[in-house]
């Protein structure tokens, strides 16, 4: 079964969407915070008649049945449950910047990210009502960018496997296609070091316009990269994601039937209090509507895809 | 500053008769305008800075920095060059660095010695118009500076350390005394020529009976005198009536004693006007930055002597305050009212008293409980259509009386303009301004905030613009809540006064400033009854449940680090890390992120005490001068080696050890 997992606005979502850390540390904790308070959020829908519960004890030793605040679709489990019927933004379409960037995630087969490109693109079009995006932003896994050494080595600099050149160039043909199509007016990288540019650059038919990096210190960025960003026309942004956006352990965490849990996975396998089975995030897509001409952030939220079940897709 | 219409300007007892059609005129005005405008919508976020420049001339040989009065013939060269510009015919001045930006523009200012500079055209939010700010505002220096003579320079100093002193600090000499300010310490001359001026300063001065007031403490050093009485305070003076003042008590002991509009006046400010997207934005943003206007007070702190004494103050906002206060004995509860409306608890000059915003989130007990308010004048405006808020508002500021009326103007009533309305608008000077939009223009419905203190560096001065229009975008899209109390602000202002304040005091901050999630109501269940609460304490609409706790949980005592910076706790997220995470939210380039890390750092290590105050550097810098006495005194050397290394300063920027790198790097080699 597939698991849906979704932030709703979080910029209109109170406190853990902003966190206080060194502002240029690469972390995941907004995305895993948002997802948090959102799924709570959820379960705290007062009843009509106002109590949100006869139980004295309070709503956290008594959790929801899951069921009550998810909805399942088309062989999909919404976490929480979304209403696609709410207005997502409240001005003409032509008045924002949207920008999506997307997260494939390391260990998920490349055969697959055609799908789930589409998939995550389809959701944010439906969450904000709109035919199409700006910006498109790819996220591989395992691309490292390090301002001070500017060769970047793959092989050396990850953890995960390194994405292969190849995969790159073949999941773009799929970004293309999407660009052709009308729905993404703009493409773009990240991590990229100018000689993976230039080595990329050749074998697309759509340039990307953007190159996105995280830097410690933006300051500091490689003048090489500079020089080819410019020549080529593309525009260097800064970001503060993490590589690694959203990691099984914290997923099975984040679902799981302990305290910072939701409840949504079972507490053993024979319990029949939620879903059996492993879990294996496939990818996390980020979104953005920004007022243009106001610099005013009015939706930003994520939607996380994780398959579940004892026969989690085969890895072919 | 205001409008320079020309005409007849009335004299007090003349002026105060036309006052009450005056406000009548500007209350219609405004309903019209209001009409007209309220349902604006959509203006993009465009926003100015103004820059106050003091001009000084050097005389090297002497060794002595005065004030030039040469502001007339500074504008008219600037206005000629202008001219040229848009008529394409000019090449001398060197446009190549600022290419596409029009040529700033210059405007007259109270003091002769001052002129005001905003950009050609306003900002955007385009992150590539944030990085223009900067050099646009060294350009405006420059070109400043070549329209004056050589020994002159445009300087942001806060005040003149040495005006109202016994020496020749004009130039060219006026003794002083004149008819308009009647100071025992300044000349008429060194306000404005324009009938505008010297008719406030002499209107404020009859309304109020007598000459304004100004007492700061003096800082006590080691050899100051105790108790120090002002020596420069002249008790044998008979010339004018108000020469009485002193010998009634005016100048008090261990205080530096100023009596003139010119003291407070001719002081230069930073300030910032936003553009709303319509009127609903506009009032948010009026009310949302109101409790930030004491903070940024603190943080650009740069005031520290006044006419040659070292204070114990830091800024220059309360002198102000009192160099324009007109309010009469009575209106000060020192007479019983007799002949007066009611007694005013602030100058016109002063912290804001109103909140203004159809916000959910405004609560009854955070308004103004001494609010003073014209009742009829509210009426009139409800009458007219105007919502409570607003018509308090506009009532509030009316309480006062037109000071500068020319009688041209009281012919006919023209709806279609504003001027009787900004009579009386633009002579409230408090710490926010909520600006309707002109009339017969297309601009939008503005806030100007008004609190900062001028930096003697324009990186200093880009930076704190740019601060205050990120934070801008930070309540606008996090929907922030920075709600407290009016009268917590007011004390507040006071607090930002203290020597040090930046680091030794605490201010009364909203705890959490992040909207409430608003509980989901199950879907398709669109159940409004569960919202009307009856027990509701909010001023606009229903509030949102769970009921609202005591107001006083809401606020607590911070340092200005901790607002800035964020509690170690991580109660309070700290104003930069709210706009460091807005800034994750949208797409800036390398360079531009890199420009703004430079600004938040500067703004980050002022509130923590890694780099100094503007006050702190002055203090510093007089402490350690040879010459100085440790006895407060702020001599005529001293003041020439000053405005030297302020000069220095804001060429260098304190760059490899050079002068100033205390309030701008932090250490000395990098």
Redesign the interface.
């Known amino acids: 079964m597939k698991l849906i997992l979704s932030t709703s606005n979080i910029?209109?979502?109170?406190?853990p969407?902003?966190?206080?850390?060194p502002?240029t540390q690469k972390s995941n904790v907004e995305l895993i915070n948002s997802l948090r308070?959102n799924f709570i959020?959820?379960q705290?829908?007062?009843?009509?008649n106002?109590s949100t519960n006869g139980d004295a004890n309070g709503s956290q030793t008594s959790r929801q049945d899951y069921k009550s605040w998810t909805s399942e679709q088309d062989g999909a489990l919404y976490i929480p449950?979304i209403?696609f019927s709410q207005p997502g933004l409240s001005?003409e379409r032509d008045?924002y910047?949207i920008?999506v960037k997307l997260f494939y995630l390391p260990g998920i087969p490349v055969s697959r990210r055609c799908a789930h490109t589409r998939e995550a693109i389809d959701l944010v079009l439906k969450e904000l009502h709109v035919k199409s995006i700006d910006?498109l932003i790819v996220s591989f896994p395992g691309i490292l960018f390090d301002a001070d050494d500017d060769s970047e080595d793959e092989e050396a600099s990850t953890n995960g496997e390194p994405d292969d050149f190849d995969s790159m160039v073949q999941t773009w043909r799929v970004l293309e296609l999407l660009h052709e199509q009308g729905m993404i007016a703009q493409l773009g990288v990240a991590e990229f070091g100018s000689e993976r540019l230039a080595r990329f650059l050749p074998h697309t038919k759509v340039k990307p316009s953007?190159d996105q990096?995280n830097?410690k210190?933006?300051?500091v960025?490689p003048k090489s990269l500079?020089l080819y960003a410019k020549q080529e026309h593309i525009?260097?942004?800064?970001?503060?994601d993490c590589n690694d956006i959203l990691p099984v352990g914290t997923t099975r965490e984040l679902l799981g039937p302990t305290e910072h849990g939701s409840g949504i996975l079972a507490s053993a396998p024979e319990a029949e209090d939620g879903i059996q089975g492993d879990v294996e995030p496939q990818w996390v897509v980020k979104y953005?509507a920004?007022v243009k001409?106001?610099?005013?952030?009015?939706n930003?939220g994520y939607f996380a895809l994780a398959d579940v079940g004892t026969c989690v897709k085969d890895r072919a | 500053m205001g409008l320079l219409a020309l005409g007849t300007a009335l004299e007090w007892p003349e002026a105060k008769k036309k006052a009450d059609q005056v406000r009548q005129w500007g209350i219609e005005q405004l309903l019209a305008n209001w009409r007209r405008a309220r349902g604006k919508e959509?203006d993009?976020?465009l926003w100015g800075d103004e820059v106050e420049y003091l001009v000084v001339a050097l005389d090297d040989t002497a060794k002595k920095a005065r004030l030039s009065l040469a502001q007339a013939e500074i504008l008219k060269s600037l206005a000629r060059d202008e001219a040229l510009w848009k008529s394409g015919g000019c090449k001398n001045r060197d446009n190549g660095d600022h290419d596409g930006e029009e040529p700033p523009h210059f405007h007259p200012e109270f003091g002769r010695f001052m002129l005001e500079a905003t950009p050609g055209r306003p900002w955007?939010?385009g992150f590539k118009d944030l990085l223009k700010v900067e050099s646009n505002m060294k350009w405006r220096r420059e070109i400043a500076k070549a329209h004056m003579a050589p020994n002159e320079s445009p300087i942001t100093l806060t005040t003149f350390p040495r005006l109202g002193t016994k020496d020749d600090y004009i130039q060219p000499y006026y003794p002083p005394s004149g008819p308009a300010l009647r100071s025992q310490f300044v000349p008429d001359e060194i306000a404005n020529p324009h009938i505008r001026f010297p008719t406030l300063a002499a209107n404020i001065r009859s309304r109020r009976g007598r000459k304004v007031e100004l007492n700061v403490p003096v800082y006590k050093d080691l050899n100051t005198p105790s108790p120090f009485k002002d020596p420069t305070v002249d008790y044998n003076l008979h010339q004018w009536p108000e020469d009485d003042d002193v010998r009634n008590g005016a100048a008090k002991d261990d205080h530096v004693y100023m009596d003139a509009m010119a003291f407070g006046m001719g002081s230069c400010c930073l300030q910032i006007t936003f553009q709303a997207?319509n009127m609903t934005e506009g009032r948010r943003l009026y009310d949302q930055l109101s409790p930030l206007g004491p903070i940024l007070l603190a943080l650009t702190a740069a005031t520290p002597i006044y006419k040659g004494f070292l204070v114990d103050t830091d800024v220059r906002w309360n002198q102000i305050s009192r160099a324009v206060d007109d309010r009469t004995p009575e209106e000060l509860g020192e007479a019983p009212l007799k002949n007066d409306r009611w007694r005013i608890p602030k100058s016109r000059y002063a912290s804001n008293s109103t909140y203004i915003s159809q916000d959910p989130r405004l609560r009854k007990e955070y308004l103004d409980p001494d609010l003073v308010v014209d009742e009829n004048i509210k009426k009139r405006l409800m009458d007219g259509g105007m919502d409570e808020l607003l018509a308090t508002h506009f009532a509030h500021l009316f309480i006062r009386d037109p000071l500068v009326v020319f009688s041209e103007d009281l012919e006919e009533l023209d709806l279609n303009k504003g001027d009787h309305f900004e009579n009386l608008q633009s002579t409230n000077w408090q710490h926010m301004r909520f600006k309707p939009p002109p009339s017969e223009s297309d601009i939008g419905w503005r806030v100007e905030f008004r609190s900062m203190e001028i930096q003697i560096t324009d990186f200093e001065n880009a930076a704190f613009s740019i601060f205050i229009v990120l934070i801008t975008?930070a309540i606008?899209?996090?929907?922030l809540n920075f709600y407290i109390p009016i009268p917590l602000t007011t004390e507040n202002m006071e607090t930002a006064h203290a020597r040090n304040a930046v680091l030794d005091k605490k201010f009364y901050f909203r705890k959490?400033p992040?909207?409430?999630?608003v509980?989901?109501?199950?879907?398709l269940?669109t159940?409004n009854s569960?919202f009307s609460s009856t027990t509701s304490s909010a001023v606009n609409t229903p509030p949102p449940s769970p009921p609202l706790g005591p107001v006083e949980t809401e606020y607590e005592l911070m340092s200005i680090s901790d607002i800035v910076n964020?509690c170690p706790d991580?109660s309070f997220?700290?104003l930069?890390?709210?706009v460091?995470?807005?800034l994750?939210?949208?797409?800036?380039?390398?360079?531009t992120?890199?420009f703004l890390?430079?600004y938040l750092d500067l703004i980050q290590k002022r509130a923590d005490g890694t780099l100094w105050t503007g006050a702190r550097w002055i203090r510093e810098f007089v402490a350690k001068h040879p010459s100085y006495k440790q006895d407060s005194v702020v001599s005529e050397e001293i003041t020439f080696d000053l405005v030297k290394a302020v000069e220095e300063m804001t060429a260098k920027e304190g760059r490899n050890g050079s002068v100033g790198w205390e309030l701008l790097r932090g250490k000395k080699k990098n």
Do not use: W
């Not at chain 1, 910029?11 to 406190?15: E, H, N, Q, T, V």
């Not at chain 2, 509980?519 to 879907?523: A, C, E, N």
């Open positions: 910029m209109k979502g109170g406190r969407s902003v966190i206080r850390q502002p308070s959020a959820s705290q829908i007062d009843t009509p106002g449950a209403d001005e008045q910047d920008t910006l953007v990096i830097l210190d933006c300051c960025v500079i525009q260097l942004l800064t970001h503060n953005t920004v001409d106001r610099g005013v952030v009015e930003k | 959509r993009a976020l955007g939010i997207k975008r606008l899209s996090f929907d959490d992040f909207p409430r999630r509980p989901k109501t199950p879907q269940s159940n569960t964020g991580g997220p700290g930069i890390p709210l460091e995470s807005y994750n939210s949208v797409n800036v380039d390398v360079e992120r890199c890390a430079s």
